[in-house]
Antibody, heavy 121, light 113 residues
């Protein structure tokens, strides 16, 4: 069974960068994609972007273009999401989710446990 | 981008009674080429990560009880719980995946009366 384990909580100052990792186990890492979704305190889910693990193709939400980079390391079955120029509005729990499926359709399952990123001076 | 709108935002329910959540998209989620409807439902239980409930409009994810069902067409969708149980509390989100960016509804908080 696939599991995604994310890196621990981070505290960053405004203007800094954060890099969150998401390590997969239990399945062929290159067989699917990884999406990143964040959730600000008390708010809903916000999709940030997607990366195809096999090809490295990425799709980012417009609001993050220019300050987000998603990468993968197939040797360690780990996906990364780096977000730069942080502001207090970036304080949120960041989730990775496997975009896998049955061939005719794909879905987000499983999800990582979430990584709390706090941006504060 | 496609805007997803859920109603209601809060839903108090009585155990054993049915419950229903609506989701509307600003564009059709029916894919003309393959006939699939690209609409999923996720549940975020308190203190947990979201989990997949329903994919492709009406297919229950593995392990999801059959009291959950998804229906609808085009731009209007419904998640139904035939008989609510205490373990069903949490926030339910619809999400479209017919195009990038993926977008979620605001979420519907289901709580026991």
């Amino acid at each position: 069974q696939v599991q995604l384990v994310q890196s621990g909580a981070e505290v960053k100052k405004p203007g800094a960068s954060v890099k969150v990792s998401c390590k997969a186990s239990g399945d062929t890492f290159t067989s699917y994609g990884i999406s990143w979704v964040r959730q600000a305190p008390g708010q809903g889910l916000e999709w940030m972007g997607w990366i195809s693990v096999y090809e490295g193709n990425t799709k980012y939400a417009q609001k993050f273009q220019g300050r987000i980079t998603m990468t993968t390391d197939t040797s360690t079955s780990t996906a990364y999401m780096e977000l730069r120029s942080l502001t207090s509005d970036d304080t949120a729990v960041y989730y990775c989710a496997r975009e896998g499926g049955s061939g005719w359709y794909f879905w987000f399952d499983p999800w990582g446990q979430g990584t709390l990123v706090t941006v504060s001076s | 981008e496609i805007v997803m709108t859920q109603t209601p935002l809060s839903l108090p329910v009585t155990p054993g009674e049915p419950a229903s959540i609506s989701c509307r998209s600003s564009q059709s989620l029916l894919h003309r080429d393959d006939g699939n409807t690209y609409l999923d439902w996720y549940l975020q239980k308190p203190g947990q990560s979201p989990q997949l409930l329903i994919y492709a409009l009406s297919y229950r994810a593995s392990g999801v009880p059959d009291r959950f069902s998804g229906s609808g067409s085009g731009t209007d969708f419904t998640l139904k719980i035939s008989r609510v149980e205490a373990e069903d509390v949490g926030i339910y989100y619809c999400m479209q995946r017919i195009e990038f960016p993926r977008t979620f509804g605001q979420g519907t908080r289901v709580e026991i009366k």
